[in-house]
C-alpha cells in the first residue's frame, strides 16, 4: 500500500529546520538506536525545561557565540513545529538568519532572549526588525496562553 504526503513549502521549512538542528548539535537527523527524530529529541529537551547549552555540539561551542547558536536552534525548533501552521515562512527563516549575520556580537538576539514552547510559531519571530506582513501570525500570538518552557 502506497501512501504520499503533500510537500509544500512548510514541508520544506521543516527539513530545513531539521538541517539547522544537525548544525548546531552535532547529531544526526534520526537516533536509530533511540527510535527518536532529532526534532523530537530537541522538543523533548525542551519540554523537559534542560539548558539549551547542553543540545550545543561540544565540538563546536564557544561561548562568544552562544547566543547565535542557541538562536539558531530555537530557529530549528520554530521549523520543526508539529503544526505546519506555526512554522515561519522561509523568507522569515532568512531574514532571521541574515539578522544574525549582520549583528552577530553587535546586538542581543531577539530569538535566543524569548521563551519558547510547543505552541510558539511565527509569534517567536515577532520583535525582529523584519517584515512580517501575516496578520495570522499575530492571531497565533494573541491565542498562546500559558505553558511556555523558558529557555
Known amino acids: 500500500c502506497a501512501y504520499s504526503v503533500k510537500v509544500n513549502g512548510k514541508t520544506d521549512v521543516y ?3 531539521v538541517v539547522l538542528l544537525e548544525l548546531v548539535t552535532g547529531k544526526e537527523a534520526y537516533n536509530r538506536e533511540e527510535e527518536l527524530s532529532l526534532a523530537d529529541w ?15 555540539d ?8 552562544a547566543e547565535d547558536m542557541i538562536a539558531v536552534f530555537k530557529l530549528g525548533l520554530l521549523c520543526t513545529n508539529a503544526l505546519p501552521a506555526n512554522r515561519p515562512s522561509m523568507k522569515d527563516v532568512v531574514d532571521v538568519l541574515v539578522w544574525h549575520g549582520a549583528n552577530s556580537g553587535n546586538a542581543p538576539s531577539p530569538v535566543a532572549e524569548k521563551p519558547i514552547s510547543d ?33
Open 15 to 17: 527539513s530545513f529546520g
Open 119 to 151: 505552541r510558539d510559531g511565527v509569534p517567536l519571530l515577532y520583535g525582529m526588525p523584519l517584515r512580517l506582513g501575516s496578520s495570522r501570525g499575530r492571531d497565533l500570538h494573541s491565542a498562546m496562553g500559558n505553558g511556555d518552557c523558558n529557555v
Open 42 to 56: 530537541a522538543w523533548r529537551l525542551v519540554r523537559a525545561g534542560r539548558p539549551l547549552e547542553e543540545a550545543m
Open 58 to 65: 561540544k565540538r563546536i561551542y564557544n561561548p562568544h557565540v
